[in-house]
């Protein structure tokens, strides 16, 4: 069963009604959030606010556009595309499930960079047989494990890309991984930390 068909049985069963943002036609903001997803995210918040204001609720277009400009400043929402130094630009972002990854690949085809560098590390419950063959075979993957008992160890996950033939090696600790990146990488190139909200959360 495909999502939308899924909460198509979900609202039939409540007899509620369906809107799907892909459908709204209405005008679009921009988030102070970055990455490609985020224009998804946004449309979810106009298509929310259009339902709202149609029920009377009193938000106007101001309102709106502010508030996803300000969504940083007034949720402190991080690590989407965050930028954390220049020279070489370093990012991390919490992709960290296959849907995630796709877009996050699909948004690193839109920079541009020398080399590219991945602290990488994910939960034992990922399904790795779906995120790595999107991922970039021309990344060099710093494998690290977060500080929590659900991680997969740098070694473990080391392996798993090796067996694919991905360019990895382990270093242990997050902030290890992040060190050796930053010992090789040139000013041109681009580092980006990613596959688990933990493994971001010890670095910003």
Same mark, same amino acid.
Request: with cysteine; hydrophobic share 40%.
């Given at each position: 069963? &495909?999502?939308?068909?899924?909460?198509?049985?979900?609202?039939?069963?409540?007899?509620?009604?369906?809107?799907?943002?892909?459908?709204? &036609?209405?005008?679009?903001?921009?988030?102070?959030?970055?990455?490609?997803?985020?224009?998804?995210?946004?449309?979810?918040?106009?298509?929310?606010?259009?339902?709202?204001?149609?029920?009377?609720?009193?938000?106007?277009?101001?309102?709106?556009?502010?508030?996803?400009?300000?969504?940083?400043?007034?949720?402190?929402?991080?690590?989407?595309?965050?930028?954390?130094?220049?020279?070489?630009?370093?990012?991390?972002?919490?992709?960290?499930?296959?849907?995630?990854?796709?877009?996050?690949?699909?948004?690193?085809?839109?920079?541009?960079?020398?080399?590219?560098?991945?602290?990488?590390?994910?939960?034992?419950?990922?399904?790795?047989?779906?995120?790595?063959?999107?991922?970039?075979?021309?990344?060099?993957?710093?494998?690290?494990?977060?500080?929590?008992?659900?991680?997969?160890?740098?070694?473990?996950? =080391?392996?798993?890309?090796?067996?694919?033939?991905? &360019?990895?090696?382990?270093?242990?600790?997050?902030?290890?991984?992040?060190?050796?990146? &930053?010992?090789?990488?040139?000013?041109?190139?681009?580092?980006?930390? =990613?596959?688990?909200?933990?493994?971001?959360?010890?670095?910003?």
């Amino acid at each position: 069963m &495909k999502p939308s068909q899924f909460f198509e049985h979900v609202a039939a069963k409540q007899k509620a009604k369906i809107y799907f943002a892909s459908d709204f &036609k209405g005008t679009l903001y921009t988030s102070d959030l970055k990455g490609l997803y985020q224009q998804y995210n946004a449309r979810t918040v106009c298509a929310a606010i259009n339902q709202l204001q149609s029920l009377g609720w009193k938000v106007t277009e101001q309102n709106l556009s502010e508030g996803l400009k300000s969504v940083v400043t007034n949720t402190n929402l991080l690590g989407r595309w965050q930028n954390l130094s220049v020279e070489p630009d370093i990012y991390c972002d919490v992709a960290h499930n296959a849907d995630g990854f796709k877009v996050l690949f699909e948004h690193l085809n839109t920079e541009t960079f020398n080399r590219l560098y991945i602290v990488f590390g994910v939960m034992k419950d990922k399904d790795l047989d779906a995120i790595l063959p999107l991922l970039s075979p021309n990344a060099t993957y710093f494998c690290c494990a977060a500080d929590n008992k659900r991680a997969l160890s740098s070694q473990d996950l =080391c392996d798993k890309l090796l067996e694919k033939e991905f &360019k990895a090696i382990s270093y242990g600790a997050v902030e290890s991984a992040l060190n050796a990146a &930053k010992t090789v990488a040139n000013t041109d190139d681009l580092i980006v930390i =990613c596959g688990s909200n933990f493994v971001v959360s010890e670095i910003i």
